[in-house]
């Protein structure tokens, strides 16, 4: 082989590994920013994975809003329909936070498969609705609908 064809080869076999190493950080990059949405139903069956920052979202239950007097810490529950799951926060609550409102919660499920959010987000309006709670809400009317027995003859 040429000396010209040895550094051709080499510097074309350094760039691919170049590559590779800049694709692969970057794929680990967004790997770790990802928030994957997970419903109360799916939270329950143990679906969401413990200590991942994920999203969860649904309608807040009426009564279930538990206030600190002396902090800022607030426990709630939030349904889909179907199943409830508690998040727990610390700090001020949107304004539009409301019992009965779809909500998002940004945070990681502790032991007890509480969500300890760090971020609430509220809807916009009386029409606005999140589009992954519309979704999860969607699907479980439809899984509701379709287990129901059968109306007697």
Known sequence: MHPQRKKRLALILLLLAGV??????????????????????????????EQARIRAGGMVVAGSVERS????????????????????????????????????????LNEERVLVADEVLAKHDEEYMPPEVAQALEKVKHVKVENAPAAPN
Not at 24 to 36: E, F, K
Not at 78 to 105: K, M, W
């Open 69 to 108: 007097r002396e902090t800022l810490d607030v426990r709630f529950a939030v349904t889909d329909g179907n199943e409830q799951v508690i998040i727990a926060y610390s700090g001020i609550l949107p304004d539009l936070f409301r019992e009965g409102q779809g909500i998002v919660a940004l945070g990681r």
């Open 20 to 49: 590779g190493i800049a694709v692969a950080l970057a794929l680990s990059a967004l790997q770790q920013n990802i928030n994957l949405f997970y419903t109360p139903s799916e939270i329950a069956a143990g679906h969401a994975p």
